[in-house]
């Protein structure tokens, strides 16, 4: 097996000859003979273990044997310990789900502050064809029933090829340690159920399954290929950037032949599931949002908007500003400094007659039954009516500041509109400079 690892890694990963990378390893056979062979081919590595603290004294025996095998392989060990079961109930999410986001978010802070380029993880071909299964029961698309790429951005798979028996008599001919999961026999999870009782039928009615499902997943790789071009091509007429909106036109939508499949496809990136419901936004009424983990996506008038969704829900309302540069919910800064030039003003700045205001002055969210004054109009108005006339959408509305003076009185629609009661007249001395 070693000399065809050496020839696979060469002619699909010749670049970590060069590169410092970590190898997450549970202390499972898989990962320790993963260890072993690049130990063998001489490659500079890094360990990397999570402990999950699922099973007791098993899981801190097993964090004491990768630690050990680091001092037998001379290679640096990395650990770290979760309250996985915590994290699971807090994000009300399963404990195989959490454990990957536990363990992928830290392999992204590691790579970041001990600079590797890359985490290798040791599924083999077994996986994969488990994988192909369990994604089949849940109704995956294309993606799913590709099986695990060998490369996603940081993470390499490069056992992908080899299959679980190859693994096992490598570690069994050199005499290779490690350390049994008691419940990789367990039935309760789908994976096992697969594992255990389907697979091995498989292998029974079709020996050489493994290379059948390669190819198979090789002609899904290929079609998903195509797919991909054909959704960019749409992609140029459907979709235009907005600031920090993407905005999917929906009549252009509506006209393709299947508009579930291609919306699917445009967002699936967005970690939406709900794909009946995205759907049915084409033909809501504005204002209706379907929110995903990460994002929300709004019907307005003629388009989707998708924005990332804010997840700091105790961000402040209001601040208090006076003279100088102030952050806001670290979503702009405003700067207010006297005025030394006579500048011209645009959205992003206004000038203000200095004896018309008041410090500290409040820059905060708007509310119902708020008005202004606005420049270039008679009379006051409603900035719920302005909004309207503006044409702006719910997430526009929502991003909206008000720069008020201490009456409360507006000053400044941030970056929309100027109150007209507080503008410089010629004759103005003490003149403000108010920017975002």
């Not at 009456?407 to 109150?419: A, C, L, M, T």
Request: proline share 2%; net charge positive.
């Amino acid at each position: 097996m070693l000399q065809d690892f050496k020839l696979h890694i060469e002619d699909n990963f010749s670049f970590l000859k060069e590169k410092r990378f970590l190898i997450a390893v549970s202390g499972g056979i898989d990962s320790v003979v993963l260890c072993y062979l690049f130990h063998a081919l001489k490659y500079s590595f890094a360990i990397a273990h999570c402990n999950f603290k699922l099973r007791g004294e098993e899981s801190d025996e097993d964090e004491d044997f990768v630690k050990t095998l680091g001092s037998t392989l001379q290679v640096e060990v990395f650990t770290e310990s979760f309250k996985t079961e915590n994290y699971s109930k807090e994000q009300k999410t399963s404990i195989q789900i959490a454990a990957r986001e536990l363990r992928y978010n830290w392999f992204n802070k590691l790579i970041k502050k001990r600079n590797f380029s890359y985490v290798l993880t040791a599924h083999h071909a077994d996986d994969n064809l488990e994988t192909f299964f369990i994604n089949l029961t849940r109704g995956s698309g294309i993606d799913g029933l590709i099986g695990i790429p060998k490369k996603n951005e940081n993470i390499l798979r490069p056992l992908l090829k080899f299959s679980r028996e190859e693994i096992e008599k490598y570690a069994l001919k050199k005499e290779i340690r490690w350390r049994e999961d008691a419940s990789n026999a367990e039935q309760k999870y789908l994976r096992n159920k697969i594992r255990h009782s389907l697979i091995p039928v498989l292998k029974e009615i079709e020996p050489n399954i493994l290379n059948t499902f390669g190819k198979v997943s090789k002609n899904l790789s290929e079609s998903k290929s195509i797919i991909d071009d054909k959704i960019r091509e749409v992609s140029e007429d459907l979709i235009e950037k907005d600031g920090d909106f993407i905005k999917i036109n929906i009549s252009k939508v509506l006209n393709l032949s299947n508009p579930k499949t291609y919306l699917y496809h445009l967002l699936k990136e967005f970690n939406f599931t709900e794909w009946n419901n995205v759907k049915d936004l084409l033909k809501s009424q504005t204002g209706k949002v379907i929110s995903s983990k990460t994002h929300e996506i709004l019907r307005d008038r003629d388009f989707l908007l998708l924005q990332k969704r804010k997840l700091n829900k105790d961000s402040k309302r209001s601040y208090e500003i006076n003279l100088g540069t102030y952050k806001v919910n670290n979503e702009f800064s405003i700067s207010v400094e006297k005025n030394t030039k006579n500048e011209a003003v645009n959205k992003k700045s206004i000038l203000v007659n200095k004896n018309l205001v008041t410090f500290p002055m409040i820059i905060r969210k708007w509310e119902v039954g708020d008005f202004f004054y606005p420049t270039g109009m008679k009379g006051k108005k409603k900035v719920s009516k302005f909004f309207k006339d503006e044409k702006l959408s719910k997430f526009e509305k929502e991003r909206i500041w008000l720069l008020c003076n201490q009456k409360n009185e507006i000053v400044w629609i941030v970056g929309k509109r100027q109150d007209r009661r507080f503008v410089p007249s010629i004759s103005s001395k003490d003149v403000l400079k108010i920017s975002i």
